[in-house]
């Protein structure tokens, strides 16, 4: 069964250091998306991405985030400078649809320890 | 006002019973209903989805949807113990692309 993978499944970083979150997303989707969950709260919407553009941004996608599909295969998320509060699994997902059947799947997660 | 609120739990069932989810919404234009199932540390796995008013029913699970009270519900039929993790409920506002998740309800079945 098709499904989501990502890497690496742990990061740990410096704050202030870059750090770019990896995911191939199931091959015929044509959506995909980021979510992030910090330990024991829960899963907050980051961006989704269409036809090769931003298609949604929460307030938490500031300008120290940016998405890039560089390839056929894979999406990837970037924090230029990482704080504290960045600390969180970060989820991709994707789907074959729209809004609003927009079954998504998602990833296993990075869990992004910022220190 | 909480966009998607589920009660915490933690909610506990004995192993064959029926457990039952809940959750309500507060953006009425929303067009579609998920739940998922994130067991501890793990990713969200979706369950069930529902568009339309009324049941949906999917092996041991079934999802319930009322819009006129923004509310929709998952029924576990002959809970197991590996049904025991976090249900997320989540939905898609009108107008938008992302999902909004609810903080989750805990479920335990116990033996």
């Known amino acids: 069964e098709p499904e989501v993978t990502q890497t690496p499944s742990h990061q740990v970083t410096q704050m202030g250091q870059e750090v770019i979150l ?17 330990l024991g709260q829960k899963v907050e919407f980051l961006v989704s991405f269409y036809n090769n553009e931003i298609s949604e941004k ?9 998405v890039e599909r560089p390839d056929g ?3 990837t998320l970037k924090i230029r400078s990482t ?3 960045d600390s969180a699994m970060y989820f991709c997902a994707s789907s074959s649809g729209g809004a609003p ?14 220190l | 006002q909480k966009e998607v609120e589920q009660n915490s739990g933690p909610l506990s069932v004995p192993e064959g019973a ?4 809940n959750c309500t919404y507060s953006d009425r234009g929303s067009q579609s209903f998920f739940w ?18 009324g049941d949906k029913e999917d092996g041991r699970f079934t999802a319930q949807l009322n819009k006129a009270s923004q509310y929709v519900s998952l029924l576990i039929r002959d809970s197991q113990p590996s049904d025991s993790a976090t249900y997320l409920c989540a939905v898609n506002p009108f107008g938008n692309e992302k999902l909004t998740f609810g903080t989750g309800t805990r479920l335990t079945i116990i033996p």
Not at chain 1, 22 to 38: A, D, K, T
């Open chain 1, 22 to 38: 990896r995911c191939v997303p199931i091959s015929n989707h044509l959506y995909f998306y980021w979510y992030r969950q910090i």
């Open chain 1, 58 to 66: 929460s307030e938490i996608f500031d300008d120290q985030f940016s």
């Open chain 1, 73 to 75: 295969s894979n999406f």
């Open chain 1, 83 to 85: 704080k504290l509060e």
């Open chain 1, 101 to 114: 059947y927009n079954e998504q799947f998602f990833g296993p997660g990075t869990r992004l320890t910022v």
């Open chain 2, 18 to 21: 029926i457990a039952s989810l």
């Open chain 2, 36 to 53: 998922y199932r994130q067991y501890s540390g793990k990713s969200p796995e979706l369950i069930m989805f529902i568009y339309s008013n």
